[in-house]
């Protein structure tokens, strides 16, 4: 099979709530797409399983049939990306290949305990310096050591390297390399960077944080660059091709959309709403932020990152429409709160489970307030959409706060930005443009942009950077004393959601 006869870059993307399979050409346009949705395992309040192998087996299916959709074999993919929902924990048996432990995925709060344990007298800061990130049930490493505290033998078999932790990332790079038959077992420094396990500037695996947790380096992937080969597919169509990329979902995104250079930033609104902004080669840091790494090509030095995640955003539209029954889809949450012209003074704090970015406060709750007779379903759906456009405009104020720089335009993508009045008011609450990107699937455009670059199907960033094209792009229409005054409400909202559990 030769390279240069290849047409596309392939690239899943496992997300929470479904996988993903793309195939760009070399104009990065996607010349066809393939999704499937997998099983939510709810067993008790907080906690949220997925199953690895149904996982794997999603992800061959879309392989197979974004290939069947336009007629390719892997001869025709010069490489293969990864991108993944980021700190969702597997461990598995090296010999038999199969998991001890559903996954643990990254919304799962099961870790509050532990977490306050490992915290002790030194504090949920204690890993922050080398780790760039604060103890939280969020990341990967609690999950790891719950999985080992709580499955029979698990910790001596990890000690005597029987089992093998990752990410999404790891575990299908494993399968997709061949398993138990020689599979290959490493992560990215993104994924690494979410784990509370790996030291942000030196970019290996940190052993203070594995003592801390208990957790044997054995366990442990490789840590590698984002964009290089890694191995070769063995098995689905694919067999025989590089995988050459791999970046948890939210950094995918950020490199989807071009932003390379410091300062560039973009929001991605799914689920929960994901604000990140290169910072370049340094590390900044803010309480109120976390500190990741943005990319890494091959030896190149490492890019960071600064990242507001916010909860609740889609996810709070998915409760209109499966909880309360106003809506009968995501989409008609627009035509609802177009029946009313602006809030009718009701705020919406989707606090759900507690408040990420910039608040992390695990005490608040969801509130409605603002409430008169006057208000209407209409209202209700308004401030829904204008909570998320707020929140992102409280973690954009604290990136500016952290970084002193001022903000020329947010790029934006995911499910929500289909939302026109969504968008609107996103620039009126920011007073900058937003742009919403041409290619909808950023985030696995991203992974395909770091496998092109490895296996030489694009020349470089610059190209990349030339391929990249807005849709739409939405200016500031509102004034700024209509802004303030509407910010403030909006944190007087927020103020009456905390200390409520
Ligand atoms: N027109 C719309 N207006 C408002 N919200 C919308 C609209 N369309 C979709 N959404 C919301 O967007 C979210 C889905 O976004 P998206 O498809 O980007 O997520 P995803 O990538 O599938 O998620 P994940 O990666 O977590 O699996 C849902 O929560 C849905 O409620
Ligand atoms: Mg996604």
Known sequence: ????????????????????????????????????????????????????????????????????????????VAGIGIANQR????IWDRQTGRPIHNAIVWQDTRTASLVRELAGDAGLDRLRERTGLPLSTYFSGPKVGWILDHVQGARQRAQAGELAFGTIDSWLLWNLTGGTEGGVHATDVTNASRTLLMDIETLEWHDEALELMGIPAV????????????????????????VAGMLGDQQAALFGQACFSAGEAKNTYGTGSFLLVNT?????????????????????????????????????????????????????????ARTVTDN??????????????????????GAIVGLTAYANAGHIARAVLEATA????????????????????????????????LMQFQADALGVPV?????????????????????????????LRERWRADRRWEPQADSQWRE?????WKKAVQRSLGWV
């Open 344 to 365: 009718g003074g009701v705020y919406f704090v989707p606090a759900f489970s507690g408040l990420f970015a910039p608040y992390w406060r695990d005490d608040a709750r």
């Open 87 to 90: 700190e969702t924990t597997v």
């Open 219 to 242: 366990l442990l992937p490789e840590i590698r660059s984002c964009s290089e080969v890694y191995g070769e597919a063995t098995v689905t169509g694919l067999a025989g091709c590089p």
């Open 280 to 336: 370049g080669e340094r590390v900044e840091r803010t309480r109120s932020l976390l500190s990741s790494v943005a990319y890494r090509r091959a030896d190149q030095p490492a890019r960071y990152v600064l990242e507001g995640s916010i909860a609740v955003t889609g996810a709070a539209v998915q409760w209109l429409r499966d909880k309360l029954g106003i809506i009968d889809s995501a989409a008609a949450v627009e035509d609802l």
């Open 435 to 463: 742009v919403r990107a041409a290619v909808a699937e950023t985030t696995a455009l991203g992974a395909a942009f770091a496998a092109g670059l490895a296996v030489g199907f694009w020349s470089g960033q610059d190209e």
């Open 390 to 421: 707020w929140q992102t405009r409280e973690v954009l104020d604290a990136v500016v706060d952290a970084t002193g720089a001022p903000f020329g335009e947010l790029r934006v993508d995911g499910g929500m930005t289909a939302n026109d009045l």
């Open 1 to 76: 099979m030769t390279q240069d006869a290849a047409r596309y870059v392939g690239a899943i993307d496992q997300g929470t709530t479904s996988t993903r399979f793309i195939l760009v050409d070399s104009d990065g346009r996607i010349a066809a797409l393939a999704q499937r949705e997998h099983t939510q395992i709810h067993l008790r309040a907080g906690w949220v399983e997925h199953d690895p192998i149904e996982i794997w087996q999603r992800t061959c299916e879309v392989i197979d049939a974004a290939l069947a959709r336009c007629g390719a074999n892997a001869g025709d």
């Open 485 to 489: 005054r509407e910010h403030a409400l």
